[in-house]
């Protein structure tokens, strides 16, 4: 039998800083991330609005390649945490924004300076052994999702205590909740510089980086894209197919679960804080034991049996007239979750060798199939423009009905449940 202390051996390190690392930025972006629609509601947008908000998360694309090239060739560790320091200072567009405008500016500029994710991502593989990476992966996400499941209960809470959403409450309350993203985030950067370790050598006969090289940079990075897809087993290819049609019908759907919550079902944004709290939860007690499956029965079979029941909770939802159907639809949609997350980046780490890692990440991300009740916010080079117009038709879609959303995403979940039975599979033999 395998002891506590041998399980958890690859919880130190780099792993260990990243995983805090990511406890901390959970806490302070799900106070606000699920309440984000109604903010812009507040602001005097509408439907239509929140979803050509969402839509600019594509910013997040135009740099993707470059973090991801320059993880590889020069190092990971200054980029992630320089890029950190400037992705908190941008929240403050959301804390002091008088209209949902100043918001799309938010939203277009936090994207765009993401571009250190890739890197981040490659970090994490580089720093757990292959044959730990499925309760690996569930660990790093278990503990951040520690925090997140608390956080939109107390973001519910601080709704309600300013006046819920009549009488610019949530407005106020909002604005403390991105006042607490920046302060964490800088935190957060400063942790990273510090504690966290290289894994890679730069390439020494690549020139600097500075203004003047930044043009054959950005063209040497968009070429690695081209690059990198040639190189690709067919299986990464059908992953990406899986990726791209997810981050659309997730992205059409995803900006207006709390608004259909809200406006259809009749729940306030507490009941909505709760329930996140309660789907939490279950999602963290399964988190570990089913990172450990992956180790044991394989990453494919767990990502298929979650991918089977992804589309019967987005049903339950959109069929759901109470608090308590609700509490069933996300809590199955949570089980969902916290399994397919593990099994896609297992599969994704164990085919990718490591001096291809962050050119890869940047163009595949590291979340699989993962159905958010949110904004999506990208992940890979090929999934922004994707996501970004699904979250545009999506308003434009809720408009037509507030359900056509949730049904064409149930649809959309079943296929991708057929094309991974088909063709996704996993490598003989993992990659270090």
Not at 204 to 219: A, H, V
Request: net charge positive; with cysteine; proline share 5%.
């Amino acid at each position: 039998m395998v002891s506590a202390k041998g399980f958890f051996s690859f919880f130190h390190g780099n792993v260990l800083v990243l995983t805090v690392c990511r406890a901390l930025w959970s806490f302070s972006t799900s106070i606000s991330g699920p309440y984000l629609s109604l903010y812009i509601l507040a602001l005097g947008g509408t439907p239509v609005e929140v979803g050509w908000v969402n839509s600019l998360i594509i910013a997040g694309m135009f740099l993707y390649p470059v973090g991801g090239y320059i993880g590889d060739l020069k190092g990971r560790v200054k980029l992630v945490a320089i890029c950190t320091y400037f992705y908190a200072v941008s929240h403050a567009l959301y804390i002091f924004a008088q209209n949902w405008q100043t918001i799309a500016i938010g939203m277009f500029l936090t994207q765009f300076l993401l571009f250190y994710t890739p890197a981040m991502n490659a970090l994490m593989a580089d720093s757990l052994p292959p044959s730990v990476r499925g309760r690996g992966f569930a660990t790093t996400m278990a503990l951040p999702n520690a925090v997140r499941i608390v956080a939109p209960y107390i973001g519910g809470l601080l709704i309600a205590y300013f006046g819920g959403r009549e009488g610019g409450g949530l407005v106020t309350a909002m604005r403390i909740a991105y006042a607490i993203a920046l302060l964490e985030g800088l935190s957060v950067a400063t942790i990273r510089l510090k504690f966290l370790k290289e894994t890679v050598r730069g390439d020494t006969s690549e020139p600097g980086i500075s203004i003047r090289s930044f043009p054959s940079l950005l063209k040497k990075s968009y070429v690695s894209v081209l690059e990198s897809l040639r190189w690709m087993p067919s299986s990464l290819h059908f992953i990406i197919v899986l990726e791209i049609l997810e981050s659309f019908f997730v992205s059409l759907a995803g900006p207006f679960w709390i608004v259909y919550a809200t406006e259809v079902i009749g729940l306030s944004p507490l009941d909505w804080g709760t329930l996140m709290l309660i789907s939490g939860i279950c999602g963290l007690t399964l988190s570990i034991p089913l990172g450990y499956l992956v180790d044991k029965f394989g990453a494919r079979r767990v990502m298929l049996l979650s991918l089977s029941l992804a589309p019967i909770s987005v049903f339950l939802f959109y069929l759901s007239s109470s608090f308590l159907v609700v509490a069933a639809a996300l809590i199955l949609l949570s089980v969902v979750n916290t399994s397919v997350a593990p099994s896609f980046s297992t599969i994704v780490a164990n085919t990718i060798p490591k001096e291809r890692r962050g050119r890869s990440y940047a163009l595949l991300g590291d979340r699989g199939v993962n159905i958010t009740t949110g904004g999506y916010f990208g992940g890979g080079f090929l999934l922004f423009l994707p996501a970004a117009v699904g979250a545009f038709i999506g308003g434009l879609v809720y408009e037509m009905g507030a359900g056509l959303p949730f049904i064409i995403l149930m649809i959309a979940l079943v296929m991708c449940f057929f094309i991974a039975f088909r063709f996704v599979r996993e490598p003989e033999k993992a990659a270090i």
